[in-house]
């Protein structure tokens, strides 16, 4: 082998080596976050942005996201009113005003899955068990803005006030006659709207910024979860490490 090809050979092997290093491929383990990383762009350091870049995108989504998309401002105010029920305020950390958990569940009703784009929604149209759940031709927006018309009108029939006006001893009530399937609704029950209200607002404090709740990524930190890392691999095998989340907007700028 000449002296020339030896050199193209060891330059083919460092840029190799360059390559998994910064891709995320270590040790035998592959760390896809890397590799996508240097597809769009991201300078492939092991290491993300600490919390400034992290907390500047983050917050930049939070500002974007707080715009309403399907609720009307009554709407909102029932919804935020009644997560905020579902997911207070504790020692834990914030509920779900703080969350913006209604904004979530604005963007997600404005979205295919309010329109319920993916799902069967022709007849025929039969009651269904217990264990399968609403089986009628209404989609999620419908479910809604039925649910939510409810609520107010029985907080009216029942205290005289509008349901962001009780107290919250009152509110619990309201939404514990729903949950119960007390309430007569025109077409779901009030059991299914609630079982729907309860699970978006679960949905609302643990998914990415990005989808407009778990505002400063707040719910993630209740649950010491970290969110999306690009790699792992600086510390796969050292002890047990905290660390701070990071959203899907802190891997690249807007």
């Known amino acids: 082998m000449s002296t020339n090809d030896q050199k193209e050979l060891d330059a083919i092997g460092s840029s190799r080596r360059k390559f998994l290093k910064n891709s995320g491929i270590a040790a035998g ?4 976050g890397g590799v996508l990383g240097s597809i769009i762009g991201i300078d492939g350091k092991s290491e993300p942005e600490p919390a400034t870049t992290a907390t500047k995108a983050t917050t930049q989504t939070e ?5 309403l998309m399907y609720f009307t401002p009554e709407q909102f105010a029932i919804t935020d009113a009644a997560t905020e029920r579902i997911f207070p305020k504790d020692d834990h950390g914030p509920g779900a005003k703080e969350l913006l958990i209604a904004y979530y569940i604005d963007h997600q009703l404005a979205g295919g899955w309010g329109t319920g784009a ?3 929604t022709s007849g025929p149209f039969f009651p269904g068990e217990p264990t399968q759940g ?3 031709r209404l ?3 419908q479910i809604f803005t039925i649910g939510l018309k409810g609520i107010q009108d029985y907080s009216q029939k029942t205290y005289q006030k509008n349901f962001p006006e009780l107290t919250a001893e009152e509110q619990d009530a309201v939404l514990t006659a729903f949950a119960d399937g007390n309430v007569s609704l025109s077409g779901p029950t009030s059991s299914h709207f609630f ?3 309860r699970a978006a607002t679960l949905e609302g404090a643990y998914s990415d910024p990005l989808y407009g709740g778990n505002a400063g990524m707040a719910g993630w930190e209740m ?3 970290p969110g999306h890392q690009m790699s792992y691999v600086d510390i796969i095998e050292e002890e047990f490490t905290e ?3 990071l959203a899907l907007n802190s891997q690249h700028n807007h």
């Open 118 to 120: 993916t799902e069967y």
């Open 243 to 245: 660390i701070k989340p």
């Open 195 to 197: 079982s729907e209200l």
């Open 29 to 32: 383990g592959i760390a896809v």
């Open 223 to 225: 649950k010491n979860f």
């Open 139 to 141: 989609n999620r927006q």
């Open 63 to 67: 500002n974007h996201n707080q715009a």
């Open 134 to 136: 609403y089986q009628g």
